[in-house]
């Protein structure tokens, strides 16, 4: 799909396939289209050009959506409501009968840590505490998939604990999650797969089973840098940086397994190794080295 405001291109051929059941992170800088790009996927937007669809219908069917939950980034909520009068609300708009919201009002609450607000209206709420009922809203219809939009935005640490144990759950109920988050370390702990965005394009999908252990971060720390040494390096890794103020080289390798090697050859080609540090990567390094420093104006 595309999405172009005059002439700014938002989002350009997003092309995404989420499995049913997985917790789908949708990562990229401020700007990426991240925020266009989900609106599209639940009908808000019209898409400048291209299709899709939501649980097996088309996004522009109003019935593919009474199985989606929404939490966006940016919200009003009706702040004169009582916290379970809120979710009763959106209950109906969902047309729950009356003896499934009863039921399922008390549930979201205390899912949701806000069993004692029950009867505190949500003008008198905390920022942590509406992105609390936010997420309990988001979940009232008991969707088949969930889209969440900075989900832990505003709340501390156990509020993050909260939302990522609420994904647990929903991930073990087999409920697809659609997440988009500047926490990496949140969507490291919870997500299955993750996709890479930058200029309204998806430029990496990754399975976080695959990285994780699979990638090693190795820095060689050296007594003199040639380029002899990085091309020769090169058989090993195809990325490699080199920062001659600190005389480091630092290699991405699949695994361990080359390192002795590595330590082996540098050393018989008469160049001093001072260090050889291997580090598994994380998702911030993998953020970094798909994304890099590019930037845009459309988020």
């Not at 059941?21 to 609106?39: D, M, Q, R, W, Y």
């Not at 898409?47 to 649980?55: A, F, I």
């Not at 994904?167 to 997440?179: C, D, M």
């Amino acid at each position: 799909m595309r999405k172009e405001y005059g002439p700014k291109v938002a989002v350009d051929s997003l092309s995404l396939s989420v499995q049913r059941g997985e917790v789908f992170g949708f990562l990229g800088p401020n700007g990426a289209g991240k925020t266009t790009s989900i609106k599209m996927l639940l009908g808000l937007v019209s898409p400048t050009s291209g299709q899709g669809s939501l649980l097996g219908r088309p996004i522009h069917d109003p019935r593919c959506r009474e199985r989606v939950g929404f939490l966006p980034e940016h919200f009003r909520f009706h702040e004169w409501l009582f916290a379970a009068e809120f979710l009763d609300l959106h209950g109906k708009l969902h047309h729950l009968p009356p003896a499934r919201r009863t039921q399922r009002v008390p549930e979201l609450l205390e899912l949701v840590g806000l069993t004692e607000a029950a009867g505190r209206r949500l003008s008198t709420f905390s920022k942590g505490m509406l992105q609390r009922i936010g997420l309990a809203q988001a979940l009232v219809n008991d969707p088949e998939l969930v889209f969440l939009d900075e989900p832990t935005s505003g709340l501390d640490p156990l509020g993050r604990r909260m939302v990522r144990d609420v994904i647990h759950h929903l991930r073990e109920r087999g409920t697809t999650v659609f997440l988009n988050s500047h926490f990496l370390s949140e969507v490291e702990l919870t997500c299955t797969r993750v996709a890479f965005v930058v200029a309204g394009k998806v430029r990496q999908v990754t399975e976080m089973n695959h990285y994780q252990g699979d990638l090693l971060q190795v820095e060689l720390r050296v007594g003199t840098l040639d380029p002899g040494l990085t091309e020769g390096l090169g058989r090993w890794s195809q990325q490699i940086e080199v920062n001659a103020a600190t005389r480091t080289l630092t290699l991405r390798l699949p695994d361990e397994s080359a390192l002795p090697e590595i330590a082996r050859w540098v050393t018989a080609r008469g160049t001093d190794l001072y260090s050889l540090s291997p580090r598994a990567v994380s998702l911030e390094d993998l953020f970094m080295s798909v994304v890099g420093d590019e930037s845009c104006e459309m988020s």
